[in-house]
């Protein structure tokens, strides 16, 4: 049992979107939080390290990712993937110049490629810039973020900023050539002491004719695009088999604390379609009202007639009153925790196939289930897989669980979701 990939995401979120992209493309993938104790104790061919190393500082993320690297090279890995955000997240300071210097460094390779390309979700780099749908990285609303503002969509420059080594460029022209001219031009790249080409994407094309020019790079750091060119490498094929979990089984809900646009819009949804639902106020827990034991009250009758949820999803002026009231890292704290302890509750009564509805609410119930494993199937929605785990709440017994994160999935994502596992 040798893993053929070893994968280190710098987020949650971004580590499902890399395991749900190397799945398609026919390799059976682990997703693990973070850093494992014990060895792997599943055959798969990829197992991607979820660590949350995105914005912390920079000797921290490297302390981290290098734990990963030793994990995973015990596990056998014959490739590392360091995968960070299509909008290529990141300071002057880090994280992803010093990590990639990091790994490099201990696994002694003098040459690696860096680019956040993913044409799937209109991340596409040419000449060295980055665009974010039709325009530049730094006109995307990126220039804004609360943590990673990215003022410069010129990769070359924001990973020189970043990193001793030298950075250059593999350029359209070079990949549109194919592999064997991008081999070309890395050689040339090192032989001008070059240690970091940024690559120039703009479709899955491209992506597949740099695949096999990575084959022999015990290094790749990219976003999640360039996974898809790399199992071919190992002589994987794409196949239903790789997303095969155990078969479904056990009672259906979903907790929802995601109060995106898309989310408010699927809660709707379920209850349009007769959904049995059942809202929880953020005011009634500030105000010591046990509201997880009175929803696991109200659903435990339920269950057997079909899938519930249980949802704080509100609308952005809700939101904003309740977080006047209670104050923005308070508020939402205190609905994760009780989200948490109702996913946990729910397990507990049976339920085995449990859809959680937003990001941050993903983290908590992962926790609360002491979930340390995702096994990956097949996708319900762009980025959404179903996942097998196995979790603390029933005694290390498995159960299916789909994370969804903020804007992702249609209307009738929950509906969606369980027809596709029954
Ligand atoms: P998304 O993926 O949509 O961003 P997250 O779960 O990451 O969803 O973030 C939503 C945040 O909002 C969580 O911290 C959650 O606890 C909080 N929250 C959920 N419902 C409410 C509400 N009704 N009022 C205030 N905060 C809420």
């Not at 992803?96 to 979700?121: H, K, S, W």
């Not at 009250?297 to 939101?319: F, H, I, K, N, Q």
Request: net charge negative; proline share 5%; hydrophobic share 45%.
């Amino acid at each position: 049992m040798s893993v053929l990939l070893g994968c280190i995401a710098d987020d949650f979120t971004g580590a499902t979107d890399l395991a749900n992209n190397l799945v398609r493309a026919g390799m059976r993938a682990v997703q693990t939080i973070g850093v494992p104790a014990a060895p792997l104790d599943a055959d798969v061919d990829a197992v991607i390290v979820a660590l949350k190393s995105r914005t912390i500082a920079p000797e921290e993320a490297i302390a981290q990712s290098l734990d990963a690297l030793r994990w995973l090279q015990a596990q056998g890995a014959k490739q590392i993937y360091f995968k960070y955000c299509s909008t290529f997240d990141s300071t002057p300071k880090g994280n992803i110049g010093p990590v990639t210097e990091a790994l490099m460094d201990a696994l002694g390779c003098d040459f690696t490629i860096a680019t956040p390309a993913f044409p799937d979700n209109k991340r596409t780099v040419f000449k060295g810039y980055l665009f974010a749908g039709d325009v530049l990285l730094n006109e995307s609303g990126m220039q804004n973020h609360p943590l990673t503002p990215m003022t410069d969509a010129n990769l070359v420059r924001v990973m020189q900023a970043q990193t001793r080594r030298k950075v250059g460029l593999i350029d359209y022209m070079t990949v549109a050539r194919g592999a064997s001219a991008i081999r070309e031009r890395i050689a040339q790249l090192r032989s001008e002491g070059v240690g970091v080409a940024i690559v120039d994407a703009v479709s899955n094309d491209d992506l597949m004719r740099l695949g096999p020019a990575l084959a022999d790079m015990p290094l790749v750091t990219a976003g999640s695009g360039v996974a898809i060119g790399l199992p071919a490498n190992f002589g994987i094929a794409p196949s239903s088999a790789a997303s095969a979990l155990p078969k479904a089984d056990g009672l259906r809900a979903v907790v929802s604390g995601s109060c995106s646009l898309a989310t408010n819009r699927q809660v709707a949804d379920f209850i349009a379609s007769g959904g049995p639902a059942l809202a929880i106020d953020p005011l009634q827990i500030a105000a010591g009202v046990d509201v997880a034991s009175q929803a696991l009250g109200w659903a435990a009758p339920l269950l057997e007639r079909g899938p519930v949820l249980v949802y704080s999803t509100a609308d952005a002026s809700a939101v904003k009153s309740v977080q006047g009231r209670l104050g923005v890292d308070e508020a939402g704290a205190m609905v994760e925790r009780t989200i948490a302890a109702i996913a946990r509750g729910l397990v507990e009564r049976g339920v085995r196939q449990l859809v959680v509805a937003g990001g941050e609410t993903s983290g908590a119930c992962v926790q609360a289930l002491g979930i340390a494993q995702l096994q990956i199937g097949a996708q319900i929605d762009p980025g959404v897989p179903w996942c097998h785990a196995r979790s603390d709440a029933v005694g290390g017994a498995g159960l299916h669980i789909a994370l969804k994160s903020g804007n992702f999935g249609t209307d009738d994502f929950f509906s969606k979701a369980f027809e596709s596992i029954a």
